[in-house]
């Protein structure tokens, strides 16, 4: 930022303004944004709830009792399941799990997505090309059934790799998880698609404005361009587009789950426990609240999430500046 | 433009031979494979056994394989290895059902989606956009799995209609009317269930679209020689703003068949999504390579239709 400021001593009383950093502005702007303020309000809250409140509830994850398929009530906030468990400590128990993977595979593919549309976009030419096509093979691709196929394959080999049969090391605390770890990384690499598309256009109209003719003129390199001009002017887009890709991989970690490909019994996530109230749904008895309260707290975090998100973009992003 | 389609195709074929071989290969690396069969039935002969092999040419290389599926589906002699039915007249009596679902889900989509982007776009910060907002995001929310249950033990229960299936179930129609009007009905309940999130999606795009182009400084060109804000929201903006959306036919289409495997599963729906669930679960993996390869299908002429459309309502961009 000096640097800059010095080679240029005629904007030097720009200079002040600009030294405030991105976060700084748009946080600041957040704040007096309410229903973003309130999204991330909730979303505190629900974490908190989903990490604590399994501690401070009365009942335990796995505890069984004879009381099955009750309604809710004072004494079962959300009712009990079919093996006379709590509902509600099984929906805090599976909101962990569902927020773990929701925003560990959205880093994942933030990281792969940005990195990959900015260089295409940038380069252009038959680079961009061939890094393009590739993404719409894997676009047609089947998309679950690859996450299907990665974690079958995969999950045994990952066993051995953590039992420390393969490399020596001794990961044995890792083995409950390797399930968990694939559909992160399968979820991850299915959801990077869109956002290196939309990096792409945006760096595709981007490295034809004057700013990075300038730069470049001023000797930057192709990294300095890409890291300090290109992806500060895409965060916006990015961030509008990540708001929906945490739903997004909630709901397709949910919709795995939901088949039965995901997370399975006795761990549990909020697509797992509908799918569980769901294989339970007869003619003569359905039992709504093994359905609908997990789900119910699945929607309410992905709104919450949508929420922060927009308000986010409305915050950083330079041109939604309006005038009208 | 007669030469972009032309070269866009050729690629496309390249393409599909990709993808039809890394579908192939992933079905055939799936954990039990086509031999799963066996394993289900422990009274099955070993001539049976051995026939079943042969007919479907599992002893062969796995490249003679592929070239044997491929041959067999463009021939149109492929069968379903559940019930030796070909596999396309399988498919084709599930196309026109799916195709049905989806275009009232896309007409849902567009007919709601749109307006209400432009609406709220209109009304930008006040309460009436944070109103439509708070209900895009409510919308988006939702797993649709979690709807469709919730809307299936709702009606059954409470409202007690039938909604299962293309039509009610052993009702004898007194007129020709009532039984398009329960067709109807079959058709609406999951073809909005459908459309849920894409109708708030595609609000949230072309507000935010719309947006961008109010910010645009030809905007405040037309404002600033005199013209009246109405004019310049419907002619000058709203024109403009609209791209992007266009190009989202493209990705709308093969998003929604992939949405309806779990919807016309929970709602029986007879379409192609069920088919491919099915054939999932039996590993009949003939219909299932043919229905990865249409899906791919319409994902690159969806792609195609976005580039073209894009290119045809805004000149800036030309297609080489």
């Known amino acids: 930022m000096s640097a800059t400021a010095s080679s240029t001593p005629s904007h030097s009383s720009v200079a002040p303004t600009r030294s405030e950093s991105f976060g700084v502005i748009g946080w600041r702007k957040i704040r007096k944004n309410g229903p973003a303020m309130a999204g991330l309000c909730f979303l505190l809250l629900m974490l908190a709830v989903t990490i604590l409140g399994p501690m401070y509830s009365p009942y335990r994850i796995e505890e069984t009792s004879a009381r099955q398929f009750e309604p809710p009530s004072l004494e079962h906030w959300f009712g009990t399941d079919l093996h006379g468990r709590d509902v509600l400590t099984r929906v805090m128990w599976g909101g962990r799990l569902s927020l773990l993977v929701g925003f560990a595979a959205t880093i994942v593919s933030l990281a792969i997505g940005v990195l990959y549309g900015a260089v295409s976009g ?201 005038t009208w | 433009m007669g030469t972009f389609i032309i070269r866009r195709l050729l690629i496309s074929l390249v393409l ?96 709601f989606g749109i307006p209400w982007g432009v609406y709220a776009a209109r009304n930008w910060n006040m309460w009436k956009d944070r109103f439509g907002t708070f209900w895009a995001f409510v919308f988006i929310a939702m797993p649709n799995f979690w709807i469709s249950y919730v809307i299936c033990i709702f009606l059954v229960k409470y409202v007690n209609v039938a909604i299962l299936g293309t039509s009610s179930f052993g009702v004898i129609y007194a007129n020709p009317m009532e039984g398009f009007l329960d067709h109807f009905w079959h058709l609406l309940i999951p073809g909005t269930v459908l459309a849920i999130g894409g109708i708030a999606s595609m609000s949230r795009y072309v507000r935010a679209s719309t947006l961008e182009t109010l910010g645009e400084d030809y905007i405040r060109t037309a404002r600033a020689k005199g013209l009246d804000p109405t004019t310049v929201f419907y002619k000058h903006a709203l024109r403009n703003s609209l791209r992007p959306v266009i190009t989202m036919v493209g990705y709308l289409l093969p998003a929604l068949l992939g949405a309806s495997v779990i919807v016309e599963s929970i709602f029986a729906y007879p379409g192609m999504g069920r088919l491919g669930w099915e054939a999932l679960t039996e590993r009949d993996y003939p219909v299932l390579v043919t229905l990865n390869l249409v899906g791919a299908v319409l994902v690159l002429i969806g792609n195609l239709i976005a580039d073209v459309l894009y290119a045809v309502v805004d000149p800036r961009i030309r297609l080489e």
Not at chain 1, 137 to 165: C, D, Q, T, W
Not at chain 1, 201 to 227: D, H, T
Not at chain 1, 246 to 260: D, I, K, N, T, Y
Not at chain 2, 70 to 92: E, N, Q, Y
């Open chain 1, 122 to 322: 940038y380069l252009g030419g038959k680079t961009d090309h061939l890094m393009m096509r590739s993404v719409d093979i894997l676009y047609s691709l089947p998309n679950l059934v690859f996450v299907i196929v990665l974690i079958a394959f995969m999950e045994g080999h990952l066993r051995k790799i953590f039992a420390g049969e393969w490399f020596g090391v001794h990961l044995g605390f890792l083995i409950p998880y390797s399930r968990i770890l694939l559909l992160l990384a399968g979820l991850g690499a299915l959801q990077w698609l869109t956002m290196a598309r939309i990096v792409r256009g945006q760096v595709l109209s981007l490295k034809e404005q004057q700013f990075v003719l300038a730069s470049r003129a001023l000797g930057a390199g192709m990294s300095r361009i890409i890291g300090r001009h290109l992806i500060p002017n895409v965060t916006g887009p990015v961030l509008a587009y990540l708001t929906l890709t945490v739903p997004a991989v909630m709901l397709r970690e949910a919709f795995l789950s939901f088949l039965g490909l995901g997370i399975q019994p006795p761990q549990a996530s909020w697509g797992s426990l509908v799918a569980e109230g769901a294989n339970l749904l007869n003619p003569i008895k359905s039992c709504w609240w093994l359905i609908f309260f997990p789900g119910a707290a699945m929607a309410m975090t992905l709104l919450c999430l949508n929420f922060l998100g927009d308000g986010l973009r409305d915050a950083l992003d330079p041109r939604s500046q309006k």
């Open chain 2, 16 to 111: 599909l031979f990709v993808i039809s071989v890394i579908s192939f290969a992933i079905l055939k690396l799936t954990p039990g494979g086509s031999q799963l069969w066996f394993q289900l039935n422990p009274k099955i002969s070993q001539a049976a056994k051995e026939n079943f092999i042969r007919k479907y040419h599992l002893d062969r290389p796995l490249y003679e394989q592929y070239y044997f599926i491929m041959t067999d589906l463009f021939g149109g002699r492929l069968l379903s290895s559940k019930d030796a039915r070909p596999v396309i007249g399988k498919i084709g009596e599930r196309l026109p059902a799916t195709l049905r679902l989806n275009l009232v889900a896309l007409l849902l989509e567009f007919g």
